[in-house]
């Protein structure tokens, strides 16, 4: 039997809900040379019957007999995976019809790239789209961005299965299992990508597991993010460093601005990115213009959040260069 050229890894636990549309997404794709890797992780709902309505050779049943979580399930879907590349998908989200043949050629076309993932839609229970989710394309601005946050949308990922099956996921990256994989296959010198277009619609609901696990993941999420920083920095940082360096990105949460801080931490952030900037000029960790056009997007926002709107102008003259403005403000856009 030949190969497919792509796996895609469906974990299901108790997902009878959405389970059934987004199995038809699946199988409903213009590229049709994939196996599809159905993990039912111990579900005690109706989720096996639905998967066993379908009658479609390129899917491949695996039943848990007891509920392992989802990092052992997506761990044993990358074991018995066959294909030349590894597709995430979600019981919950729905995959648009021409995802896989996007993606494919996109890896196909672009060697260099290991993983890519797409910019997605925002929908609830009821179907109805409730927003976009974009993020960076750059390869340089993605593994700059993983210093601060996760660039990439989990169950719209694609990436080369070699790469998958030297890395996968670890079983103690709890609820954060994404951002781990991808800090660690950035460090190694994998470079990922996002495909500028929508093709998935991703499900924000009351039972994700990042709503549920809300706290715990940032706390995680930190965990990850410090020691990275430190190693920049050259020193051990302290909590309100970390505060600081995830300042930016926690003025808007789900959509809406969150309340902000009044005194001086408006100057103590344009301090921390300055730093953040020369650290990384001394160290050469990251691409010089891709991090100074990430960190002065941070600026940007900060202020416009603070409307502190002339200080927009106050940083160090360098920041002015015409590379790193046309990179803010695509970044900015791409939010």
């Known amino acids: 039997m030949n190969s497919p050229k792509i796996s895609v890894i469906l974990p299901v636990y108790n ?3 959405f389970l059934r549309q987004s199995i038809e997404s699946v199988l409903g794709q213009t590229f049709t040379d ?22 479609d050779g390129r899917i491949v049943y695996v039943k848990n007999e007891t509920n392992l979580k ?22 919950d989200d729905i995959s648009h019809k021409d995802r896989f043949s996007s993606q494919f050629k996109y890896l196909e076309q672009h060697k260099n790239i290991g993983i890519c993932s797409t910019w997605a839609r925002i929908i609830d229970n009821d179907g109805k789209v409730t927003g976009r989710l974009k993020n960076p394309t750059s390869p340089d601005i993605i593994g700059c961005s ?24 670890n079983p103690e990256a709890l609820h954060i299992e994404d951002m781990d994989l991808w800090s ?28 549920k696990n809300d706290y715990f ?11 990275r920083v430190e190693e920049l920095f050259e020193r051990a940082i302290t909590e309100d460093e970390m505060n600081l360096h995830e300042y930016s990105f926690n003025l808007y949460s789900k959509g809406k601005k969150q309340d902000i801080d009044k005194g001086d931490l408006i100057y103590k952030e344009k301090k921390w990115l300055i730093d953040l900037s020369l650290a990384n000029s001394r160290k050469n960790m990251f691409p010089l213009n891709a991090f100074d056009s990430l960190v002065f997007s941070r600026w940007i926002v900060a202020c416009v959040a603070n409307r502190k709107f002339l200080s927009l102008f106050s940083f160090p003259c360098r920041f002015y260069r015409p590379t790193v403005i046309y990179k803010a403000a695509t970044i900015l856009f791409q939010k």
């Open 184 to 211: 660690r296959m950035s460090i190694n010198g994998v470079q990922m990508a996002n495909i500028s277009e929508y093709l998935i619609d991703y499900r924000w609901h009351e039972d994700n597991i990042s709503v």
């Open 217 to 227: 993941q940032k706390e995680s999420k930190r965990a990850i993010l410090k020691p």
């Open 34 to 55: 994939f196996e599809l890797i159905i993990i039912n992780d111990g579900s005690t709902d109706g989720s096996e019957s639905i998967i066993q309505s379908f009658k």
């Open 146 to 169: 993983l210093l601060f946050t996760c660039p990439l949308l989990h169950p719209s990922v694609m990436g080369r299965s070699n790469i998958f099956k030297q890395f996968k996921y």
């Open 15 to 17: 997902c009878e809900k």
């Open 70 to 91: 989802l990092i052992a399930c997506l761990n044993k879907g990358i074991d018995i995976s066959r294909g030349e590349y590894i597709a995430r998908m979600d019981a």
